[in-house]
């Protein structure tokens, strides 16, 4: 599962579905974590902050088998990609950012596009840092189920105005580099008692919402149906933390 955290990703995700979300898995050496961080931060500041060059995020995993490690994002358009980085910029990274890095496995790298139809990011949830990403793989068969409830969702979310979650959802489908029908969904928080907040106060509203557009008892239905659309297994959770400083303005 590790393969896939990758992206990670939501960073806000505010650019267009044409780019190209590209991240790796980091390990860091021991007890170099906050040199990494001012490292990475002073590049990224450095590089990493012009409309023509890539844009990186960077993320602390909270959760799960990779807990403590480093996501690495970067997001550009297929022109900057067959172009690739600036060597300026490359070697500016390996010379002051490698020494704290003990894995950077090329084996850990995935692209990924964001589905549009299926997100929603409210203005409110754009400072948000807290991520929980949900993570499926559904059967080729199951692909109608699974859009059909992500898609009512974003909708339903869209349409809750003032009962609106402080809670951005974004939607990343995996092009290259996983195996199987792998998608990520980006759920921001503002803190942890932020997100039992909106559990507990909010989600039955989208709930309601949800059944009022798309008919009673349909919500529970199009969960249903995607449970049976997912691979065995096909479900993780995990919790990351965005590490504005080493990441684009």
């Not at 080729?140 to 979310?157: L, P, T, V």
């Not at 809750?160 to 580099?177: R, T």
């Not at 798309?214 to 933390?241: C, I, K, W």
Request: aromatic share 12%.
């Amino acid at each position: 599962m590790k393969n896939y955290l990758i992206l990670i990703l939501t960073l806000s995700f505010t650019f267009a579905s044409s780019q190209i979300y590209t991240s790796r898995t980091i390990e860091i050496e021991q007890g170099q974590m906050d040199k990494f961080i001012e490292a990475a931060s002073k590049k990224t500041q450095m590089f990493n902050n012009d409309e023509n060059n890539f844009t990186y995020y960077t993320f602390q995993i909270l959760s799960g088998e990779d807990t403590g490690k480093i996501f690495r994002v970067q997001v550009g358009t297929p022109e900057m990609m067959d172009a690739g980085p600036d060597q300026n910029e490359v070697n500016y990274w390996s010379k002051n950012v490698g020494p704290y890095i003990k894995s950077n496995s090329a084996g850990r790298t995935a692209m990924w596009w964001r589905n549009a139809d299926a997100s929603h990011v409210p203005e409110s949830s754009l400072d948000n840092d807290l991520r929980m990403v949900m993570f499926y793989n559904y059967k080729d068969e199951g692909e109608i189920d699974f859009w059909r409830f992500r898609e009512r969702q974003a909708k339903a979310r869209a349409a809750l105005g003032e009962d609106q979650l402080d809670s951005a959802m974004n939607v990343m489908v995996c092009s290259s580099g996983c195996n199987g029908n792998w998608v990520a969904i980006f759920f921001s928080y503002e803190s942890f008692e932020a997100q039992r907040n909106i559990n507990q106060q909010g989600l039955p509203k989208l709930v309601e919402k949800y059944n009022e557009m798309f008919g009673g008892g349909s919500y529970e239905q199009d969960v249903a149906r995607v449970e049976g659309s997912l691979m065995p297994n096909g479900r993780r959770v995990v919790h990351m933390q965005l590490i504005r400083g080493a990441s684009s303005n």
